[in-house]
């Protein structure tokens, strides 16, 4: 299966748009006006959190549009998903010992089983990365993105989300002396 089409607001700022290879074909023709959350605060927080984080600045990019709004709504929901395995993993532990019955009724012994939530939350991590990868929100896809001086939402976006925003750790090979 090829890789999908970059968009071209993404070649245009990186530099690398040609129209002789790229063509004429539309840009993002989507409206990305009428766009609001679908969560309910009360009930999904985590998916209205998320996507109240991410929302304005893929917007601002362009890169969150009436086409790409199912996407956006499902990574949304990947992450409430993750988050609720996630606590179940930590109040049941990885492994279960569920009781085994004979006919009766009666319990016979236990049976070691996975939790099934280690599972969920390894395909949500999993459908999340690539979501992320589609709204070019993963280290890798950030650092390919090189900024023009002439583009100042995609250097506001780095600089909230890439310096101050979020605590960036970086490990330094020991050197031996």
Same mark, same amino acid.
């Given at each position: 299966?090829?890789?999908?089409?970059?968009?071209?607001?993404?070649l @245009?700022?990186?530099?690398?748009?040609?129209?002789?290879?790229?063509?004429?074909?539309?840009?993002?023709?989507?409206? %990305?006006?009428?766009?609001?959350?679908?969560f #309910?605060?009360?009930?999904?927080?985590?998916?209205?959190?998320?996507?109240?984080?991410?929302?304005?600045?893929?917007?601002t990019?362009?890169l969150? %549009?009436?086409?790409?709004?199912?996407?956006?709504?499902c990574?949304?929901?990947?992450?409430?998903?993750?988050?609720?395995? #996630?606590? #179940?993993?930590?109040?049941r532990?990885?492994?279960?010992?569920?009781?085994?019955?004979?006919?009766?009724?009666d319990?016979?012994?236990?049976? %070691?089983?996975?939790?099934?939530?280690v599972?969920?939350?390894?395909?949500?991590?999993?459908?999340?990365?690539?979501?992320?990868?589609e709204?070019?929100?993963?280290?890798?896809t950030?650092a390919?993105?090189?900024?023009? @001086?002439?583009?100042?939402?995609?250097?506001a976006?780095? @600089?909230?989300?890439?310096?101050?925003?979020?605590?960036v750790?970086?490990?330094?090979p @020991?050197?031996?002396?």
């Amino acid at each position: 299966m090829p890789r999908p089409r970059k968009p071209l607001e993404i070649l @245009k700022l990186e530099g690398t748009y040609r129209k002789d290879r790229h063509g004429d074909r539309q840009g993002n023709v989507f409206s %990305t006006d009428e766009i609001e959350c679908p969560f #309910d605060p009360k009930k999904e927080v985590v998916a209205w959190r998320e996507w109240h984080r991410l929302a304005e600045p893929l917007r601002t990019l362009g890169l969150l %549009t009436s086409a790409s709004y199912q996407a956006f709504v499902c990574y949304c929901n990947l992450i409430q998903q993750k988050v609720h395995a #996630d606590m #179940d993993i930590t109040e049941r532990g990885v492994i279960l010992e569920l009781p085994i019955t004979n006919k009766e009724g009666d319990v016979v012994g236990t049976k %070691t089983v996975k939790n099934p939530s280690v599972k969920v939350s390894n395909d949500c991590a999993r459908l999340i990365r690539s979501f992320l990868g589609e709204f070019g929100c993963t280290p890798s896809t950030l650092a390919r993105v090189s900024v023009k @001086k002439d583009a100042p939402a995609v250097s506001a976006f780095k @600089k909230k989300y890439l310096s101050g925003g979020a605590r960036v750790i970086q490990f330094k090979p @020991k050197t031996s002396e």
